[in-house]
């Protein structure tokens, strides 16, 4: 990091921050930066970073959040601060995360022969034409079996959040929970690393704006290799003990984001 940068805006950065409660998107944008410099800026001035439950509880009593659970319609400095959120969800996750999610996805890559990524890709491929228009086998199998358990579920809900496009595969109303059912290259290298970027930053700010509403979020990482009748059972196996768990008991803001494989 830039020792000049660090003494030019030392403490207009600490006071922002400490004083004013600002988070550490905001100052970056005061400061045409990115939140991450900041953080590691507080961290070498030896300032305590507020955890994601302290910054949501700052956020909320200074007005830049709505509470979740208050039903009011938005207001547009709210439209703008859920805005915020679906970007600084990724731009504030630790540069650590954003490494150790990256490798993982490379290692899996690279232990895959030639044939197997030749066919992962003709299979997304293939996948993602029809599942744009009709929604993909083992989304449409997870729907039904969430519906067959009792669970009220809309297929590909959009409008959750105002004034962005984003649709949700599976949405059940009424615990919340917003079900991802994610193909490989959500999460490996297939059509190169800077399309797995794009993907992995795409989910990041929509899993932000929809945690930032009061929702959470269930990922279903799924490989494409051999959509068996069993395997699909298994995956909705694991979906359904993992809405189950959220049922039982509501996740507090730090953990509505759920991640399983399939």
Not at 33 to 51: A, E, H, M, Q, W
Not at 147 to 176: N, S, V
Not at 216 to 235: G, P, Q
């Amino acid at each position: 990091m830039s020792n000049a940068f660090v003494s030019k805006n030392k403490e207009y950065i600490i006071d922002q921050y400490v004083n004013h409660n600002k988070s550490t998107y905001e100052i970056a944008v005061d400061l045409k930066t990115y939140p991450n410099r900041i953080r590691r800026t507080l961290k070498t001035l030896g300032v305590s970073l507020r955890d994601k439950s302290a910054a949501q509880t700052v956020a909320i009593k200074s007005g830049r959040h709505e509470h979740p659970t208050k039903g009011k319609k938005r207001t547009e400095s709210e439209k703008i601060a859920i805005s915020n959120g679906m970007s600084s969800y990724w731009e504030e996750m630790e540069e650590d995360e954003r490494e150790r999610r990256s490798e993982i996805s490379k290692k899996q890559w690279a232990e895959m022969s030639e044939e197997d990524k030749a066919n992962l890709r003709k299979l997304a491929a293939d996948a993602v034409r029809k599942a744009s228009k009709e929604g993909s086998k083992i989304e449409k199998f997870i729907y039904e079996g969430l519906t067959k358990e009792g669970y009220q579920a809309i297929f590909h809900k959009r409008g959750l959040i105002p004034a962005a496009k984003l649709e949700i595969d599976i949405f059940l109303p009424t615990l919340k929970l917003a079900i991802e059912i994610d193909g490989p290259a959500h999460f490996l290298p297939i059509w190169g690393e800077a399309s797995l970027a794009k993907h992995i930053r795409a989910d990041a700010e929509k899993a932000g704006a929809l945690i930032a509403r009061g929702f959470v979020v269930l990922r279903v990482k799924n490989i494409i290799r051999n959509l068996s009748s069993k395997n699909m059972r298994d995956a909705l196996e694991s979906v359904i003990e993992a809405v189950k768990k959220v049922e039982e008991n509501f996740p507090p803001l730090s953990k509505r984001l759920i991640e399983i494989e399939t």
